[in-house]
């Protein structure tokens, strides 16, 4: 980035929020009993819990909500949404949900049965919460480097092949169900995860016949990390890195 710096975009609209004090603030933490998931939106100045639906929507986008088409089935909005998952996924099937945290309980209500084990790079909370829900254990086989600050490993939501395997070897075959990539990680940060983890991994599941599943809500930002970070790369697009992504690590 070339500084200093502007914006290349203007903002067509402001919410007005308030601003709270100290004393209010920890207040509210203590009558929520420190879970940020009870605490009203109002009461939050700056939101450091997620990013989904925090921030301002483009033109473009609110520009859609007036063109869509709200059909009960067969809309052309969920025709121009299919054909842009596989023209960037090459992914022919698609189950359009309202969240990716809904996607995700319809996913493991089908998958994940209790008693089951579901190892993975620092499972995200409402991935925990699902799995544990059906009285499963999510294993956590994040390399160790991602839980060291000074240690500046570009790859830091990789998966320790060591780990996995020895979940792989101390649980039977029928309860595991798959293993779980987040890209990005993130509970480890939003770290990315590197194409030769994701190949390396998706080459020992195979060993043990197991599925390789992504919660892919960051697919984008880890192929720009994958673009940025890695050698001979660097000219790739982002477009590029995603479909190399998706063609060679399938479940």
């Given at each position: 980035?070339n500084?200093p710096?502007a914006?290349?975009?203007r903002?067509?609209?402001?919410?007005?929020i308030?601003?709270s004090?100290?004393e209010?603030r920890?207040?509210?933490?203590?009558?929520?009993?420190?879970n940020?998931?009870?605490?009203k939106?109002?009461?939050?100045?700056?939101?450091?819990?997620?990013?989904?639906g925090t921030?301002?929507?483009?033109d473009?986008?609110?520009?859609?909500l007036m063109?869509?088409d709200?059909?009960?089935?067969?809309?052309r909005s969920?025709e121009?949404?299919?054909?842009?998952?596989?023209r960037?996924t090459?992914?022919?099937?698609l189950?359009?949900?309202?969240?990716g945290?809904a996607a995700?309980?319809?996913l493991?209500?089908?998958?994940?049965k209790?008693?089951?084990v579901?190892?993975?790079?620092?499972?995200f909370?409402?991935?925990k919460?699902?799995?544990?829900?059906?009285k499963?254990?999510?294993i956590?086989?994040?390399?160790?480097?991602?839980?060291d600050i000074?240690?500046l490993?570009?790859?830091?939501?990789?998966?320790?092949?060591?780990?996995?395997?020895e979940?792989?070897?101390?649980?039977p075959?029928?309860?595991?169900p798959f293993?779980?990539?987040?890209?990005?990680?993130?509970?480890?940060?939003?770290?990315p995860?590197s194409?030769?983890?994701m190949k390396a991994v998706?080459?020992l599941?195979?060993q043990y016949?197991?599925p390789?599943?992504?919660d892919?809500a960051?697919?984008?930002e880890?192929?720009?990390?994958?673009k940025?970070g890695?050698?001979?790369?660097?000219?790739?697009?982002?477009?590029?890195?995603?479909?190399?992504f998706?063609h060679?690590v399938?479940?």
């Amino acid at each position: 980035m070339n500084l200093p710096y502007a914006e290349p975009f203007r903002i067509k609209m402001v919410e007005e929020i308030y601003q709270s004090t100290k004393e209010e603030r920890e207040q509210w933490l203590k009558e929520a009993n420190y879970n940020l998931f009870n605490l009203k939106s109002s009461q939050v100045y700056i939101d450091l819990l997620t990013d989904s639906g925090t921030g301002a929507m483009s033109d473009k986008q609110w520009a859609a909500l007036m063109t869509g088409d709200e059909s009960y089935a067969g809309s052309r909005s969920f025709e121009q949404l299919q054909n842009t998952v596989e023209r960037i996924t090459g992914f022919k099937y698609l189950l359009p949900t309202h969240q990716g945290r809904a996607a995700e309980n319809v996913l493991f209500s089908v998958l994940v049965k209790e008693g089951d084990v579901v190892p993975g790079n620092s499972h995200f909370d409402t991935t925990k919460g699902h799995i544990e829900f059906r009285k499963a254990h999510a294993i956590d086989c994040t390399i160790d480097e991602a839980f060291d600050i000074n240690d500046l490993h570009p790859f830091k939501g990789n998966i320790n092949l060591e780990k996995l395997e020895e979940v792989y070897k101390s649980h039977p075959k029928e309860n595991i169900p798959f293993c779980l990539i987040t890209i990005t990680c993130n509970s480890s940060g939003g770290q990315p995860v590197s194409l030769e983890n994701m190949k390396a991994v998706k080459a020992l599941s195979d060993q043990y016949g197991i599925p390789v599943f992504f919660d892919s809500a960051r697919f984008a930002e880890n192929a720009y990390f994958i673009k940025k970070g890695r050698k001979g790369r660097k000219t790739e697009t982002s477009k590029r890195s995603v479909k190399r992504f998706s063609h060679t690590v399938t479940v």
